[in-house]
């Protein structure tokens, strides 16, 4: 039997469903956790299903997580979506109902927390893997919603289709989301649309940059900077990506200080596998996209130090 008539039989045998995804919200978990429940709601009859997420205001047009109440667990299904690890799912009431977990994730799977674990690591965004498990069961349907969620999911997780994990068939996919009526400009401009605070915090971000002795480009972010800019922590987090595709810096990193021991540093890097590096500070991801967190700025040094040793290599 395959992967998807397995979810597929799973998902009838249950009244109710909980979707879940990671924490730190972005574009392919609340895309994913969407676009399952609309296929659900729409292709199963007679089922509850929720699903689960942060709410990111630069994802409001997706509509809000549904509210999960603890009695919603009983005798449901859980199925998390783009979370490797069970301790970072989105809401800790799912560590303890693991039996009844399905997993469906693209990360390296460190951690197959689920009775069944649909795993595709080459797969640039979990929400094309939804997608795949719409277009492989019978009677499917799914709302405009629903389809908007998954465009917006590959999206955002492939660098609007520009990271390595693209393949001609992510192409075909987002040609057939366009086929069925998504308005993909619509879309892009809501998640490109910045305010005037941001594109000041780019300014920020492209004057203080600074670079490692080979040249890994990496700023430093911390409270009084995301007060002087009027900026919220995630979207400073954001700014990851303004760093991307200079000459000669390969690898970049946003550092961002939440707490003074809860310091969020994002790596990414073009065509240098930096996920090993992340996993040995603690952090994990995929090997272009990486994320760790950090206890004190001895531990950023001794990272941005490994990061560095990855260029000096070459
Ligand atoms: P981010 O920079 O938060 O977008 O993360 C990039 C990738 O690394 C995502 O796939 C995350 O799931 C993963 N990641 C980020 N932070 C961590 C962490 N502390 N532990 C494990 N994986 C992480």
Redesign the pocket.
């Known amino acids: 039997m395959n992967i998807y008539r397995k979810i597929y039989n799973e998902i009838k045998k249950y009244d109710k469903i909980i979707i879940t995804s990671?924490i730190?919200a972005?574009g392919d978990c609340v895309g994913s956790a969407i676009a399952l429940r609309e296929i659900i709601k729409e292709s199963f009859s007679g089922k509850t299903v929720k699903a689960s997420y942060e709410n990111v205001h630069y994802l409001k047009f997706l509509g809000k997580s549904d509210t999960i109440l603890d009695s919603d667990f009983e005798d449901s299904l859980i199925i998390s979506v783009?979370?490797?690890?069970l301790s970072?799912s989105n809401d800790k009431r799912v560590v303890e109902k693991a039996k009844n977990i399905i997993k469906i994730d693209h990360?390296p799977n460190l951690n197959p927390f689920g009775y069944i674990n649909f795993v595709e690591e080459e797969k640039c965004a979990c929400s094309e893997m939804i997608f795949d498990f719409f277009l492989n069961i019978p009677k499917r349907k799914i709302s405009m919603l629903g389809l908007e969620a998954i465009y917006t999911g590959i999206m955002t997780d492939s660098g609007n289709l520009k990271y390595p994990s693209v393949t001609g068939d992510t192409f075909k996919k987002i040609g057939l989301l366009y086929d069925l009526g998504v308005d993909g400009l619509k879309i892009r401009n809501i998640l490109d649309e910045v305010s005037i605070e941001e594109l000041r915090f780019k300014g920020y971000v492209l004057e203080n940059m600074k670079t490692t002795k080979n040249g890994v480009l990496y700023i430093l972010i911390n409270n009084s900077i995301r007060e002087k800019y009027n900026i919220e922590y995630d979207d400073a987090?954001n700014m990851?990506n303004a760093l991307q595709g200079v000459k000669d810096h390969p690898i970049w990193v946003l550092i961002n200080e939440y707490k003074t021991d809860e310091i969020?540093c994002?790596?990414?890097s073009l065509n240098i596998p930096i996920?090993e590096i992340?996993a040995k500070f603690?952090?994990?991801?995929?090997k272009n996209?990486?994320?760790?967190?950090l206890k004190d700025y001895e531990s950023v040094d001794r990272l941005l130090d490994a990061l560095d040793n990855l260029l000096e290599r070459k």
Do not use: L
């Open positions: 990671h730190r972005d783009d979370n490797a690890e970072r990360h987090s990851v969020r994002r790596i990414r996920n992340a603690g952090g994990g991801g995929h996209a990486s994320g760790v967190v």
